[in-house]
């Protein structure tokens, strides 16, 4: 049986329950290791669950707390990558075996790979939406196939599962071939600022069963600047929550996870607005199940 983590995602509006009663299982995981420009994304778990007292239990369409929000206690990240992210799997089978929607907060990108492990061990091919500034396709980066640069080759290449990127707004030719070698789908930030939102997301024949990744950075930095490499001409709130909406419409959300914030000393703004990125996620895994 897990323990619950003392501080609990919206613990001022969600009563304590046991694991099991919990549809939504938060893990944080604080990994930091192969940021490449700024840093700080260790801290990025517990700020999200210290602004997440500020939330209300009401989302604007239903109360996704009222089904049970269990935390987790952090995940050890020290040690080799690959010892990192098996403890992260163990985690997410752990929530799983609950039946509940896993909820990773980071931590640096690099994380996403354990919980992607975790559910093809258990529910075989599922799609993979991935929200985010950068494409995440190389295959290594400065000398490391686990950078963060490299979370998203790892699902196409290692994992074998279907990507599509919304948001993108900076790829190297490396990335680009990649995309066209694996057959992913992308909705990069300038396309949508020129043409709008599609109606349809997601091609013919993407799975039903997805996992959504959120890089705070696929926001413009006006949302959320404190992140490791803030990129201007990003998505705005609700064109994001909105896109996030077209696409998990008619699926079921597996789990999903909110990295790559990175909390600034005295800063609130950039906390609060991942909380609450959080739990609009849970709201529309909710529904998806609806």
């Not at 669950?49 to 239903?62: I, K, N, T």
Request: proline content about 8%; some cysteine.
């Amino acid at each position: 049986m897990p323990q619950e983590h003392s501080s609990r995602f919206l613990a001022s509006e969600v009563p304590p329950r046991p694991a099991e009663h919990c549809l939504f299982h938060v893990i944080p995981v604080p990994y930091e290791a192969t940021v490449s420009y700024g840093g700080g994304t260790a801290a990025g778990p517990e700020a999200i669950l210290a602004a997440s007292g500020q939330l209300e239990l009401f989302d604007g369409e239903a109360c996704p707390g009222e089904r049970g929000i269990f935390t987790h206690n952090p995940v050890n990240c020290s040690g080799p990558a690959e010892e990192m992210l098996e403890r992260v799997a163990a985690a997410t089978r752990l929530a799983l075996d609950f039946n509940a929607v896993p909820a990773l907060l980071g931590g640096e990108h690099s994380l996403t790979y354990g919980p992607l492990l975790a559910l093809r061990e258990r529910f075989g091919r599922f799609g993979v939406i991935q929200f985010d500034a950068h494409a995440d396709l190389r295959d290594s980066y400065e000398g490391s196939r686990w950078s963060h640069a490299c979370v998203m080759r790892r699902a196409v290449a290692d994992l074998g599962l279907p990507l599509a990127q919304i948001g993108n707004r900076l790829l190297c030719l490396e990335e680009k071939e990649a995309r066209e070698r694996y057959a992913v789908t992308a909705w990069d930030a300038p396309y949508l600022y020129r043409h709008g939102t599609p109606d349809v997301p997601l091609p013919s024949g993407f799975p039903e069963q997805v996992y959504v990744t959120f890089d705070v950075d696929g926001l413009d930095p006006s949302v959320i600047p404190d992140t490791g490499t803030p990129v201007p001409g990003g998505l705005g709130w609700y064109q994001a929550l909105d896109l996030a909406a077209r696409a998990l419409a008619g699926r079921r959300l597996l789990g999903f996870d909110v990295v790559e914030l990175a909390p600034r000393p005295g800063g609130i703004v950039s906390d609060f607005a991942a909380a609450r990125l959080v739990y609009a996620l849970m709201g529309l895994a909710l529904r998806a199940l609806s």
